[in-house]
């Protein structure tokens, strides 16, 4: 499995941990940044992110930002992404059974350390049930190709 993982000034030292712990679960992780605790502007990684997951580039990604909510607005910008803030491990694998979250996105000034951890893996192990939440997941994926429409001037 491959993951795509990004992060902020505010959320680099989390990143850097759940880097490390997927790592040692043998986890390809495709690091997009940022380098340090130096100011930054989240939208730009959570673009990086979103574009790569959004490719299939990526299996799934997770950004971190100080509250989760920038990430989690910029990556849902980009067409194919379904990013969920999550705090709770019952959101987790919500996010994942039920509206199949192909983005984590946490915030390192609100989930304490061992949490997130804890939230990565049960995220990443969390299968997407499909059936009834499938078509709602269809519903999302026309809201984007409407969208895609209007701003095109695309008949398709």
């Known amino acids: 499995m491959k993951i795509s993982i990004g992060a902020d000034h505010a959320g680099?030292?989390?990143?850097?941990?759940?880097?490390?712990?997927?790592?040692?679960?043998?986890?390809?992780?495709?690091?997009?940044?940022t380098e340090s605790t130096e100011p930054v502007d989240y939208p730009d990684f959570a673009r990086r992110v979103g574009?790569?997951?959004?490719?299939?580039?990526?299996?799934?990604?997770?950004?971190?930002?100080g509250t989760g909510i920038g990430m989690a607005i910029a990556a849902n910008k980009v067409p194919g992404v379904r990013a969920?803030?999550?705090?709770?491990?019952?959101?987790?694998?919500?996010?994942?059974?039920?509206?199949?979250?192909?983005?984590?996105?946490?915030?390192a000034r609100l989930v304490e350390e061992p949490v997130a951890l804890k939230i990565v893996d049960i995220w990443l192990h969390t299968q997407f049930e499909g059936g009834r939440h499938q078509c709602r997941i269809e519903k999302i994926a026309e809201l984007e190709r409407e969208e895609y429409r209007q701003e095109t001037g695309n008949k398709r």
């Open 12 to 33: 680099f030292s989390l990143k850097q941990k759940i880097k490390r712990m997927l790592e040692q679960a043998g986890m390809e992780v495709d690091d997009r940044g």
């Open 51 to 65: 574009e790569e997951v959004a490719r299939g580039q990526a299996n799934c990604g997770i950004l971190v930002c």
């Open 84 to 107: 969920a803030n999550v705090t709770t491990e019952r959101e987790a694998i919500l996010s994942r059974a039920h509206n199949d979250a192909n983005i984590l996105a946490l915030g």
